[in-house]
């Protein structure tokens, strides 16, 4: 009845377009919910009515995409100088740890080649990362901002 033509489209079909259709209707059902979302926030805002938190995630509305940013110079969210070198110390270690793997890999697969070479770009990235976290001066860092007792916001909103 089905030929060998056909089996092979299936298992084609199974393997490669099946998986990008399920994740491009992913995708779609993604965008759409916060388009919805987006709306509902615009029609709340041009009505004036309150914007309640589960639309919101926890933010303020000043910090929700189109509106304009508050006159308070406060950040909205603080990051510091020990906090972000924490981080780079952290994707340092992860991107040396990749080069690493990489090149050890690269070197057993292809032994006569220099694709091994290829490591070396996440292992120096790593590298600048590590170098950086170390650089970074977190003696003399400024305290947080205090929260305002009166404020119903938190701490870190403008």
Wanted: glycine content about 6%; some cysteine.
């Amino acid at each position: 009845m089905f030929g060998l033509s056909f089996f092979i489209f299936i298992v084609f079909f199974s393997i490669f377009v099946a998986p990008l259709l399920l994740l491009g209707f992913f995708v779609y059902i993604w965008g759409r919910v916060r388009t919805e979302r987006y709306l509902t926030i615009r029609e709340h805002v041009q009505r004036g009515l309150p914007l309640p938190p589960e639309l919101t995630h926890g933010q303020s509305p000043s910090q929700l995409p189109g509106n304009p940013p508050s006159s308070i110079s406060t950040p909205a969210y603080y990051y510091s100088p020990r906090d972000s070198a924490r981080r780079d110390l952290r994707r340092g270690i992860n991107l040396t740890a990749t080069g690493t793997a990489l090149c050890v890999t690269f070197h057993v697969v292809w032994p006569h080649t220099s694709t091994w070479a290829w490591g070396l770009i996440p292992w120096l990235i790593g590298v600048g990362y590590i170098i950086s976290s170390f650089a970074t001066d977190t003696e003399d860092e400024p305290p947080p901002p205090k929260p305002d007792p009166s404020s119903p916001l938190p701490p870190n909103s403008p």
